[in-house]
């Protein structure tokens, strides 16, 4: 038959639809696996943490998307996936446990987007029906026009349109769908809820079972998206004993309602759209929000709803297609597993316990979400300067605070393999090894990541520091201060002595980072030249693997190859230099110097293979090395440069400084106020060690 002869809301076009591809019919599972894995484009491979994980794009796009949360990711694809393909998963949660603040809330909420912008693609629109004209069969007074109070698929009403499942095979065969389609819909297929059927059945008597006149009775409309209203997503977050109820889940029996029925047993007297269940029971994402938190009897309601994927109330059913993610605080769900009555529950969810982030180049993106994307200003409305050392000195400080106590690793090292970086000779091996200790552990807090200063806790600080005089008066974040505001932070926020003593220990280890920092800031600024110690890092790293060279002649100058412009470079090899250096690193005998000599030229070969643009700037200790030679010999003349800079009495050394501070605000992305007040922070002796 023309499909153009049924219009365009009939239960035919609707499956006619489907058929040709325009509409789909699938559980909530097979739709958020298809937008994950949709297409093999969207997903790579990442090395974490000593492990091969895949990685999904689709939750890192946007202006604000997902940072890290990697083996998060991957259990939760994994869950729906093993859901979609009719595992023991379609009967279960998925359950994220952490820490306040380390982005569980922001995941939810951001599938939940990512979800309603794919269902907002015309292929991908969820479909339900209704009933109209039921002024015509009575009972119902000024009601005419039911919804399906579950958002039930226009296909499910398809495969429940006759009380004979051979009766709606042959309704479908007759549309046009094959064998094969039809097994599969039916292993989506579930019976109709209580009051659909209760008033299906009523049209069916009206109608005398003439099926072409029901069919007048239905009409095909399309799910609403929309957040505000909770339906396709939707979230229940956890209230005190008092006000919670399971009617906020559920739905109750409606007054309204009764006022115009007149049969007493109808299902539709109770309002299910009440419930926070029934407006996401269409293929929709519901979100318990600290779920341990519920009184008992709530949380009895969502293992029933789990276990069945049903609504229950009074005898009566409605068959749910949700997907239930819940939260919830380590503090919470351990005072929950106290509870040994509890059991059930936790056997019917996926647990995953999220850790902050230990990657601080990854938590670099995150304090800019942080500090703001919008332009900042000073309370006088004056433009307020980022110092561009702000970023790493704060995503640092809270990253350290979050690395465990460990035997075999420092928390710096730690930090850096984390990061992927170098760690002297400690190889990413060993930071597995570490990981797969702690996570052995059965306290969740000891675990790798657990403990440690939050994402809120930084917004913190963040806000701290704009509101000190200082800032506001020099209409700059200065970096320097960002640890005086996370000392604030610690002592006001943080409870445990033990953790406070690690954490002011941790702030200790990020200013001498921040010291580094500094140190190359001030050489580049005194070369005049943005990456003056890039080039003589890495001129150092050409020379030890050129000193060996067979085409080296006797005017020590080599020829090679530069990986990252293709280009022939001549280099003169200085000795000098390269002792000068090593001696900085502690390297005295020869062994030791052809041990470190060897161990850069392997990462030299490890690295460029991966990133042709690899700097060697992670490798702090040589930069620091490299900077410290320099700043020696290239100042030796006019003695320290700490003291040109601090003795400004003579014109020559206000001279340099004028140029410094000229550098600095015109090629660093320094401001006046930041300059200055970082070239004071080198001339003390501050945070040296």
Not at 22 to 49: C, D, H, P, Y
Not at 180 to 202: D, H, S, V
Not at 472 to 490: N, W
Not at 515 to 522: D, L, Y
Request: charged residues 25%; neutral net charge; glycine residues 6%.
């Amino acid at each position: 038959m023309n499909n153009n002869s049924y219009s365009p809301k009939s239960l035919e076009n609707h499956v006619l639809q489907v058929l040709a591809g325009n509409r789909r019919f699938e559980n909530i599972f097979q739709a958020i696996t298809r937008m994950i894995l949709g297409s093999s484009s969207q997903i790579e491979k990442v090395f974490v943490n000593g492990r091969n994980l895949y990685d999904y794009k689709i939750f890192r796009q946007g202006d604000k998307h997902i940072i890290g949360m990697f083996e998060e990711i991957n259990s939760f694809v994994s869950f729906v996936k093993d859901a979609a393909e009719g595992g023991s998963s379609r009967e279960m949660a998925f359950v994220l446990i952490g820490e306040p603040g380390n982005g569980k809330t922001f995941f939810v909420d951001h599938l939940g987007k990512l979800y309603r912008d794919f269902l907002s693609i015309s292929e991908n629109r969820r479909y339900t029906f209704r009933f109209r004209d039921l002024q015509k069969i009575g009972g119902y007074g000024r009601i005419n026009i039911i919804e399906s109070q579950t958002y039930e698929d226009p296909m499910i009403l398809a495969m429940n349109l006759f009380e004979d499942k051979q009766q709606n095979i042959n309704f479908l065969r007759n549309l046009g769908v094959s064998d094969k389609q039809i097994e599969t819909f039916y292993k989506n297929f579930r019976p109709l809820g209580a009051c659909t059927f209760y008033i299906w059945n009523q049209i069916r008597e009206f109608c005398n079972d003439d099926i072409e006149e029901m069919k007048k009775f239905i009409e095909v409309v399309a799910v609403p998206i929309s957040e505000s209203r909770g339906t396709i997503t939707g979230k229940y977050a956890a209230k005190d004993k008092i006000t919670s109820s399971a009617v906020d889940l559920l739905g109750d029996e409606s007054i309204t309602r009764l006022l115009h029925i007149m049969d007493t047993d109808n299902p539709y007297r109770f309002d299910l759209r009440r419930g926070a269940l029934a407006r996401v029971a269409g293929g929709g994402i519901h979100f318990a929000d600290e779920i341990f938190k519920n009184k008992r009897d709530l949380v009895q309601v969502y293992l029933g709803v789990i276990q069945n994927r049903t609504i229950e109330m009074e005898g009566f059913k409605w068959p749910l297609d949700t997907l239930i993610v819940a939260t919830s605080n380590n503090a919470e769900f351990s005072r929950f597993l106290e509870e040994k009555e509890q059991a059930p529950i936790i056997d019917r969810c996926r647990l995953s316990y999220m850790s902050h982030n230990t990657n601080y180049k990854l938590q670099q993106k995150l304090t800019t979400f942080a500090i703001g994307s919008w332009e900042k200003t000073t309370f006088s409305n004056e433009k307020l300067h980022i110092d561009p050392n702000l970023n790493y000195s704060l995503s640092v400080a809270v990253v350290l605070s979050r690395m465990p106590k460990s035997d075999k690793l420092s928390p710096v090292e730690m930090m850096k393999l984390a990061a992927g970086e170098v760690a002297g000779e400690k190889s990413i091996k060993t930071l597995s090894e570490v990981i797969n200790e702690l996570n052995n552990d059965p306290d969740i807090t000891k675990r790798f990541g657990q403990k440690g200063l939050g994402h809120r806790n930084l917004g913190r600080a963040i806000q701290i520091l704009l509101e000190r005089s200082e800032t506001q008066e020099g209409r700059c974040m200065y970096a320097g201060d960002i640890f005086l505001a996370l000392e604030t932070v610690i002592l006001d926020y943080v409870q445990e002595p033990n953790e406070r003593t690690k954490y002011f220990n941790d702030l200790k280890t990020a200013r001498t980072l921040h010291r580094k920092n500094v140190m190359t800031a001030i050489f580049n600024a005194y070369m005049d030249e943005p990456a003056a110690i890039e080039k003589d890092v890495l001129n150092y790293v050409n020379m030890i693997i050129g000193i060996d060279a067979k085409n080296l002649g006797p005017d020590r100058i080599w020829t090679y190859k530069d990986p990252q412009t293709g280009k022939l470079i001549a280099l003169k090899i200085d000795e000098t230099f390269i002792n000068s250096v090593e001696e900085r690193l502690g390297l005295k005998s020869y062994e030791q110097k052809q041990s470190y000599r060897t161990t850069i030229a392997k990462i030299y070969g490890q690295k460029m293979i991966q990133d042709s643009n690899y700097n060697f700037m992670d490798n702090n200790d040589l930069v620091k090395a490299v900077t410290d030679v320099r700043l020696k010999s290239d100042v030796a003349g006019a003695g320290s440069l700490v003291g040109a800079l601090s003795n400004r009495t003579n014109e020559e050394n206000q001279k340099l400084y004028n140029r410094m501070i000229d550098t600095m605000v015109n090629k660093l992305g320094y401001c006046k106020t930041c300059a200055q007040k970082t070239i004071e922070y080198f001339c003390t002796h501050d945070d040296v060690n």
